[in-house]
């Protein structure tokens, strides 16, 4: 079956600390990969996709990259800012439009 | 462009209550609709999603219900409130294959 698993967080960074979060899929088929973002009180917002094998989704200085090999989409970014504190969510899409969805990763990024 | 409108964006009920939640999506047709619950801290838990008007499948046995009388409005209903009903409420839609979830911004319901 269709599954994601992400790390557990929550995750606390100093400003301008790398980030990664990771995440791997299990899934039928080839299907895509997406990262959301949830600041507190609101919805959540897609931050960035991939369709295909290889790709590289990026938005706001984070990038993720669909590796099948190894079954991940592990987001990272360079140098966080206090603005991004936040929930972020890996998911996948299946066969029917079902999505899947991991636990999410909670972050807080200190000044 | 597409948007999707969630409301109201708080609401506090007693237990035992009614509950009627809207969602409409606008600037796009057919498109696949969901509802989606995160209690406080946990992840998102598919509750219902619609591939067309009157049809709907339910993801997880409860006291909702959902309803989609048009093709761009989606109800979540519920004839008697229990506590545990409290949480978050996202409505979301996909309107292609392979696209991704749109979200609104989610209503806050509080059982008390």
């Known amino acids: 079956g269709n599954s994601v698993t992400q790390m557990e967080g929550p995750v606390t960074l100093s400003e301008e600390a790398f980030l990664t979060i990771n995440c791997t899929y299990t899934?039928?088929?080839?299907?895509?990969l997406f990262w959301y973002v949830q600041y507190p009180g609101e919805g959540l917002q897609l931050l960035l996709k991939a369709t295909k094998a290889d790709d590289k989704g990026s938005n706001k200085g984070f990038e993720a990259t669909y590796r099948k090999e190894t079954t991940s989409f592990h987001l990272e970014k360079g140098s966080v800012q206090v603005s991004d504190s936040a929930v972020y969510f890996c998911?996948?899409?299946?066969?029917?439009?079902?999505?899947?969805f991991g636990t999410g990763t909670s972050l807080t990024v200190i000044p | 462009s597409q948007t999707i409108h969630q409301w109201p964006a708080t609401l506090v009920q007693p237990v035992g209550s009614p509950l009627s939640l809207e969602c409409t999506v606008e600037?796009?047709?057919?498109?696949?609709l969901y509802w989606y619950r995160q209690a406080a801290g946990r992840g998102l838990q598919l509750l219902f999603y619609?591939?067309?008007?009157?049809?709907i499948s339910s993801e997880v046995p409860q006291n909702l219900s959902a309803s989609r009388p048009q093709d761009r409005q989606f109800i979540l209903s519920s004839k008697k409130l229990l506590l545990s009903d409290s949480g978050f409420y996202l409505c979301?839609?996909?309107?292609?294959?392979?696209?991704?979830?749109?979200f609104g911004n989610g209503t806050r319901l509080t059982v008390t």
């Open positions: 899934a039928t088929g080839y299907p895509s």
């Open positions: 619609s591939v067309g008007i009157g049809q």
């Open positions: 979301a839609f996909t309107d292609t294959p392979n696209s991704p979830l749109h």
């Open positions: 998911a996948l899409s299946g066969p029917g439009n079902q999505f899947y």
């Open positions: 600037g796009t047709s057919n498109p696949n």
